[in-house]
């Protein structure tokens, strides 16, 4: 079952068609990267799976729960990571984790936090301090961190890895392919074609709110030549 089903979607905002006939399908242990210039629809559509924008025709289904119905119990089944993670400055990684479990409603042992911790990459020595001093690569480790702990199928990225340098994007790419291997399903939106093509199972282009061109790993990505016919539009 795909853990992402997009079908026919459309959503206007402020009176604009800005998703277009979307339909997307994401599998269990799949990464899906989106690509698109400014204002092709990345963010609305992940607005959209996230239940904070409705369609004005088609269907979304995250595992099965269609958020714009049911945004709460769709939001239980997500990870999200927005460009820039949102979590308190004053809390540590580990009260972190803890205050967002809480709110998620679930209790989990500390050895299974720690086990999300050594899964995540976040070093023994970090959990403990508060994330003031935190690099934007640290803050998303303690938001997969969460992620794994609670074990959701669906984990949405906005920009993950803009901002970091190439040892903590190879980083990132590796946990990953850890959460795809957990059987996580993935789709990131970017405007990073190379990191796109290192860790993305499929590659989407989106333009004007619809999937213009799809590209598969198994097809082999030619980088140069979707380079060509993409780069200015995804390259912001
Ligand atoms: N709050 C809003 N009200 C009305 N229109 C909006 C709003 N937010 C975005 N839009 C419009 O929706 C379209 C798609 O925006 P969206 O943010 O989804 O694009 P994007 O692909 O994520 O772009 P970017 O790469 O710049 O983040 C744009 O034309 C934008 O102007």
Redesign the pocket.
């Known amino acids: 079952m795909a853990e992402i089903r997009i079908d026919g979607l459309c959503v206007d905002?402020?009176g604009?068609a800005?998703l277009d006939s979307l339909s997307l399908n994401i599998a269990s242990g799949e990464i899906y990267a989106l690509l698109?210039?400014?204002?092709?629809?990345?963010?609305?559509?992940l607005s959209t799976l996230l239940g904070f924008l409705k369609p004005s025709s088609g269907s979304v289904l995250v595992s099965g729960i269609d958020p714009s119905t049911n945004p709460e119990a769709a939001r239980h089944k997500i990870a999200y990571l927005p460009e820039n993670v949102a979590l308190y400055e004053h809390l540590t990684a580990r009260e972190n984790v803890d205050y967002f479990l809480a709110l998620a409603g679930e209790a989990h042992s500390a050895d299974e936090i720690d086990a999300a911790f050594d899964a995540a990459g976040l070093q023994n020595e970090a959990r403990n301090r508060t994330l003031s001093g935190f690099s934007k690569g640290m803050r998303q480790k303690v938001a997969i961190a969460l992620a794994v702990v609670r074990q959701v199928p669906v984990l949405l990225l906005d920009e993950p890895t803009s901002g970091l340098d190439p040892r903590a994007t190879a980083d990132f790419n590796a946990l990953l392919a850890k959460l795809k291997a957990r059987g996580t399903a993935i789709l990131m939106?970017t405007?990073d074609l190379l990191g796109a093509a290192e860790c993305a199972d499929r590659i989407g282009f989106?333009d004007s709110g619809r999937i213009v061109e799809e590209v598969g790993r198994e097809q082999g990505y030619d980088i140069m030549a979707l380079h060509r016919r993409y780069g200015e539009a995804v390259v912001?």
Request: no cysteine.
């Open positions: 905002r402020g604009k800005v698109g210039g400014n204002g092709a629809g990345k963010s609305t559509t939106v405007h989106l912001a």
